[in-house]
């Protein structure tokens, strides 16, 4: 066996490498001698011609190469090669070969990434997060796909919104108006999709862009212009989201719609100027309407209250005449009633009640003084409290001043006479009679 000479033949360690020393143990490769046949072990530093030409002799005493010439000499001696060395060492450099081969197929997949294994070309497995192992190239092959990556595309614009591309961000609504919609989309893969995003499609990061302006198109030409612009932006994108992963999933392209989000929504900057002043007359617009309605929704109820008031009225008003002249009917027929059973005292009674309403708003007090009597009654209690009755309300009129002429009292006014005095005048007027 020559196995222990491969360990000496790459020894770098050997202090008889490059010194052409011909001593040795008699198992290494014949060397050629050195300076015109002068050893070099005076401990200088190695000959670096020398150093490659010993490699030489070692590699080929390892394949099995035998020196068939002299030992010595300025020519060197010839090698020839032995079948049994020879086959140990290729046996040795094809292991050395096929383990490098083998080791190949390890490989690491980090968290949140997965590893599709082809086999030929083949979709094989899937494999985890992990360390991982499959046959080597070419039988089999992996690529690592990012499950947990928040993927962006921008439609209608490319960093800014200033860089606008007219050719994706145009559209056109239900009410025939262009509009300039700028978005983005945020996807990511499914947890199963890594083969579908691989091999279903040529370029599927593509075709979510394409999917994303398709989806974007629809919604907006089943919209209204002002309705895209201003109140609508939420209820769009979800719309569009949802639009896009139907068709996602259609293509089978394992891409899971996370966002979409419109970053800007405004008319052509051709007519912007023109569009800011029709939006400014639609707002005065609105404006003057919510402020009509404001002042009707404040003048009708006032005057649906003053309304049933006077309705109101006019029907207490009705009841109230109505049953006054019932009520003066009634009593006119009782009186008429009473003047046919004695004409002469109705007819006094009636005299008598009209007078007592024509002096209850007079201030004289009348006294019958054509039959003289020694006896005169007045009513004093009744006179007293009329007179502090109104200088009580004399008060309340002056209010608080205080410089006014307090110690005025008004004039006696006059009183209508009582019910004892007026017994007593007609008394009287019946023993004239």
Do not use: C
């Not at 360690?13 to 001593?23: A, V």
């Not at 091999?199 to 075709?207: H, T, Y």
């Not at 649906?304 to 003066?328: F, H, K, M, P, T």
Request: aromatic share 6%.
């Amino acid at each position: 066996m020559r196995l222990p000479s491969i360990t000496r033949i790459f020894n770098l360690n050997d202090s008889n490498w490059g010194r052409g020393s011909g001593g040795g143990s008699g198992n290494e490769p014949p060397r050629r001698p050195q300076n015109g046949g002068r050893d070099n072990n005076s401990g200088g530093p190695p000959d670096l011609d020398e150093l490659w030409r010993d490699f030489n002799r070692r590699l080929g005493g390892l394949f099995g190469r035998r020196q068939s010439g002299p030992p010595g000499g300025s020519g060197g001696g010839r090698f020839s090669p032995s079948s049994k060395g020879a086959g140990i060492g290729l046996i040795v450099v094809v292991v050395i070969v096929a383990l490098l081969w083998l080791a190949s197929g390890f490989f690491i997949v980090q968290e949140g990434q997965v590893a599709v294994v082809t086999q030929f070309g083949k979709y094989k497995e899937t494999t985890r997060a992990g360390f991982q192992w499959r046959l080597p190239y070419p039988i089999q092959g992996h690529e690592i796909v990012n499950l947990s990556q928040l993927r962006t595309i921008e439609v209608g614009f490319r960093n800014t919104a200033r860089s606008k591309v007219l050719q994706e961000s145009l559209m056109l609504t239900d009410d025939e108006n262009i509009v300039d919609m700028q978005f983005v989309v945020q996807y990511r893969l499914k947890e199963n999709g890594a083969r579908d995003y691989l091999f279903n499609n040529r370029g599927p990061d593509e075709a979510v862009k394409q999917a994303a302006e398709t989806a974007m198109r629809e919604i907006v030409g089943k919209k209204k212009m002002d309705f895209v612009l201003y109140e609508g932006r939420t209820e769009v994108a979800s719309e569009v989201a949802a639009l896009m992963q139907q068709i996602m999933d259609l293509y089978k392209t394992g891409v899971l719609i996370s966002t979409v989000a419109i970053q800007n929504a405004q008319p052509p900057e051709q007519v912007q100027a023109a569009f800011d002043d029709a939006v400014k007359a639609g707002q005065d617009r609105e404006r003057q309407i919510n402020e009509g309605q404001a002042y009707a929704n404040e003048v009708v109820p006032r005057a649906s209250g003053a309304a049933s008031r006077l309705l109101q009225e006019a029907d207490g008003y009705r009841q109230r005449i109505v049953e006054n002249a019932e009520g003066d009917a009634a009593r006119f027929s009782q009186i008429l009633a009473e003047y046919r059973k004695a004409p002469q005292v109705t007819r006094d009674r009636l005299y008598l009640d009209t007078m007592q309403q024509v002096f209850a708003n007079t201030s004289k007090v009348l006294v019958d003084t054509r039959n003289g009597s020694n006896l005169l009654y007045l009513p004093l209690d009744k006179l007293m409290q009329q007179v502090s009755h109104e200088a009580s309300l004399a008060g309340s009129r002056a209010g608080g001043n205080a410089g006014g002429s307090s110690g005025v009292q008004p004039p006696l006014a006059g009183s209508v006479l009582p019910d004892a005095a007026r017994d007593a005048l007609r008394s009287r007027d019946r023993d004239a009679r």
